[in-house]
């Protein structure tokens, strides 16, 4: 018995994808995921990716179909594909996770291809641009071998189309090289015969869609009549009966079809249009349709099992900067499948998102979460889903997150910040954007988003190049979290138009409890807590906090800190970090802050064991910073007492998973220099 759960999906593409219909920066796509009850690594998973403007099964109401249908797929156990026969994108992400879910694997056929033997033949795709972009993308896929290349037309000067397809035919002879074109419709049916027979003159191999779909006289006469074979493909969209599809096929007599089973059928409706074309002497290929690689993968795995003599349309699988990982390659001219493995392990970041993804649709009431281990070992807790809930609630509510709001995901799923992302996108209805959780996770993307979560370090490097800085001003509500702002990078943000917080909270408090406004005229030195959280101190000054929403009962911190009348507070530093330095106790955070207008790069003060002062304190700076001029300034900033007696240059700074210094791991690093 499996069980049904939908994952809602935005797929940003690297660059705009420039379409007769207009220009694409991200598709919106469903994630239909069927789980096992009884074994959690029993599961099948398959993509729904209606084009808002062509699919024939998409309105605003998609996502509400589309879980009505998979309750019913639940109730009956199987795909009910004459129920789903209007409905092409839903149908197909059915189908393809069925097909996954039995087959237990990505190989979701047993042929040559699905064992990594063989690899399908497949065209390179030019994409709509001004002439020189096309050029040059014309130049590339010959250079990386391809011998059938698809050229969209119809969009720019005609003339200057002509030359380009001049330019390819003038080196390469029909037996060299096959060019493809795609009108998209754009094509009048005044000039159309005229265009189609200089088309001809270059040994074309067929033209997709001379005119807009529709009008199937205009288009039976220029099959009967045209030079050069013509293909549709917009024409086959909502025609989804047996009857309908044979009707246009006789109608029109077209020399080939081209198929795309998001918009055609599914893979069911797909093969009625490959048996109906066939009877009628019809050519075919399949294509994708601007969907993440979990369909290239699936429509790959088809196509290698239809065996077709001609090449595909599967070369569209690398278009987002957040694509799904899959075991593809593309050779020369021919897409690959590796067999040894369901995921590579060049994104560990898609593997997570996903992983928590499938845990918080699963039946369990709880979850398990791991510290950063920033101060000591990690350790996993496990909480209640509905604690999760609460804490999102909690932070939507502040803000105002409403329904369709863009939020960026670019901490890693992994630690409680990325699933708290994740759960707040869940919970509030939020357009979700990942991004993989490196340093300039604004570099490919220009989304003005509603929301976004972001270390320090994200945040200081977005900083230094001007576009993504500009980017970061756009953002509406930034909260940045998981290690210490120095003051320069809060000085720097605080004249920013946006609204800008610094967060305080732990794993144990399901992200962050409290905030500190940092930029306009609501700057703070210190942090507000939440609704429904009560705090007070212990008489060592350490933090008690009191969630009740969030937490099952009240803990005490390692943190220091002071308690305000009005309720707010500052931290001082942690416990934990308290270097007793010939009995005078040293807080490493506050050497830290004080040597920031000093030191441009990455650091961390740490102690070894010293014989005569019980600990001595190390600065550890990262190179290609130099020890004898950090010396000469940490000499003129800092007093006596907070003086390291070490300072050591390091490779790098010992960091948790989210962007945290590594106390123990820098400590450890330490001790093993000194020793």
């Given amino acids: 018995m499996f069980r049904i759960s939908i994952i809602p999906f935005n797929l940003l593409f690297k660059r705009p994808a420039v379409t007769s219909r207009g220009v694409y920066t991200e598709h919106k796509v469903w994630y239909v995921v069927f789980q096992d009850e009884d074994d959690d690594a029993h599961f099948g998973v398959g993509e729904c ?249 699936s429509v ?79 350790k996993e807790i496990t909480v209640r889903k509905e604690q999760l809930l609460h804490s999102a609630k909690i932070t939507c509510d502040f803000f105002g997150l409403k329904r369709n709001g863009r939020a960026l995901l670019c901490l890693s799923p992994e630690y409680i910040a990325g699933k708290m992302m994740i759960v707040r996108a869940l919970y509030a209805g939020l357009e979700l954007y990942p991004v993989a959780p490196d340093g300039h996770p604004l570099a490919r993307t220009d989304i003005p988003f509603d929301f976004a979560a972001m270390v320090p370090l994200q945040v200081y490097n977005s900083l230094r190049v001007e576009e993504e800085r500009k980017r970061l001003s756009r953002i509406k509500y930034l909260i940045i979290g998981g290690g210490a702002i120095d003051e320069a990078l809060e000085r720097e943000l605080q004249a920013f138009p946006n609204a800008i917080y610094s967060t305080y909270g732990m794993t144990e408090t399901l992200s962050h409890i409290a905030l500190r406004r940092i930029s306009g005229a609501g700057g703070c030195a210190r942090y507000t807590p939440l609704p429904s959280v009560r705090l007070s101190l212990t008489e060592e000054g350490r933090l008690r906090v009191d969630a009740p929403l969030v937490c099952d009962r009240p803990f005490v911190t390692n943190d220091l800190a002071e308690l305000l009348p009005d309720g707010t507070f500052r931290i001082i530093g942690r416990t934990d970090n308290v270097i007793n330095c010939g009995g005078v106790k040293v807080q490493a955070e506050e050497v830290e802050r004080a040597l920031r207008s000093c030191i441009t790069g990455n650091f961390a003060v740490t102690s070894v064991p010293d014989p005569r002062l019980g600990e001595a304190i190390v600065l550890l700076i990262e190179r290609p910073a130099d020890p004898a001029s950090v010396e000469k300034a940490v000499g003129q900033l800092l007093p006596r007492r907070w003086r390291p007696l070490f300072i050591c240059a390091v490779d790098v700074i010992p960091q948790t998973g989210n962007g945290k210094t590594d106390r123990a791991a820098t400590k450890r690093l330490a001790e093993k220099i000194r020793r």
Wanted: glycine fraction near 8%; include cysteine.
């Fill in 49 to 297: 990716a209606p084009l808002h403007d062509l699919s024939c099964d998409y309105d605003p109401h998609y996502a509400r179909t589309l879980s009505s249908f998979c309750k019913i797929t639940e109730e009956k156990q199987q795909v009910d594909t004459e129920l789903l026969r209007h409905y092409p994108s839903m149908l197909f992400g059915l189908e393809t996770a069925m097909r996954h879910y039995q087959r237990r694997s990505w190989q979701l056929w047993n042929t040559p291809f699905g064992r990594g033997e063989e690899g399908v033949a497949i065209n390179g795709l030019v994409w709509m641009g001004d002439c020189a972009a096309m050029m040059e993308q014309i130049q590339s896929l010959l250079a990386r071998g391809f011998r059938c290349i698809k050229i969209k037309v119809g969009a720019e000067d005609f003339g200057r189309e002509l030359d380009l397809l001049r330019f390819v035919r003038r080196r390469y002879s029909p037996c060299e090289v096959t060019l493809r074109v795609d009108a998209n419709g754009n094509f009048g049916c005044a000039d159309v015969m005229d265009r189609l027979h200089q088309l001809a003159e270059l040994d074309i191999h067929s033209i997709e869609q001379p005119i807009p779909a529709g009008q199937w006289g205009e288009m039976a006469g220029l099959c009967a009549s045209a030079p050069l074979p013509i293909a549709l493909d917009e024409e086959l969209i909502g025609i989804n009966h047996p009857a309908e599809k044979k009707k246009l096929l006789e109608t029109i007599r077209p020399q080939y079809i081209v198929l795309k089973p998001s918009l055609h059928g599914g893979i069911s409706g797909c093969a009625e249009w490959i048996r109906l074309a066939e009877a009628f002497n019809t050519g075919w290929w399949i294509t994708s349709a601007l969907e993440s690689n979990i369909v290239l993968n």
């Fill in 300 to 378: 790959a795995q088809w196509c290698a099992a239809l065996n077709s003599p001609l090449s595909q349309g599967l070369g569209t699988g690398t278009l987002y900067t957040n694509n799904i990982p899959m075991p593809l390659e593309i050779r020369g001219e021919r897409l690959w499948y590796r067999p040894e493995g369901d995921f590579p392990d060049a994104s560990p970041f898609h593997r997570q998102l996903y992983l928590f993804l499938n845990e918080w649709h699963s039946q369990s009431p709880t979850l398990r979460l791991r510290t950063s281990g920033s101060t000591g070992t990690p």
